[in-house]
């Protein structure tokens, strides 16, 4: 039965997906080109029609009809070095005030 539901869940999510043009998150594709400090989460393989500039090191790529089919990021290293930070800083800051 729990089965049954979990089937039925995944079908509707993914006819929402599709409706809604959301992007394919459970498998994105990545490449880092090392010497250039670059990461490129390739969501589709569609070709690449359009870019947005999300913030000056973020780009979006979109497909012919808008969608998000990727993402480049610029001095990747610092990016996510970065982002993991604050994620730290954010769940100890967190944890010492439950604590207090």
Not at 5 to 19: A, I, L, P, S
Not at 45 to 62: F, K, N, Q, R, Y
Not at 65 to 80: K, Q, R
Request: charged share 30%; aromatic share 6%; net charge neutral.
């Amino acid at each position: 039965m729990l089965r049954k539901f979990w089937d039925c869940r995944k079908e509707y999510q993914e006819r929402v997906r599709k409706k809604r043009r959301v992007p394919n998150m459970n498998n994105p594709q990545p490449s880092y080109f090392q010497n250039e400090d670059i990461l490129h989460l390739s969501l589709s393989d569609e070709p690449e029609a359009g870019s947005v500039e999300i913030s000056p090191d973020i780009t979006a790529e979109l497909n012919e009809n808008g969608d998000l089919i990727g993402i480049e990021i610029l001095a990747a290293s610092a990016f996510l070095r970065d982002s993991i930070l604050k994620s730290a800083q954010a769940k100890l800051l967190g944890l010492s005030k439950k604590a207090a």
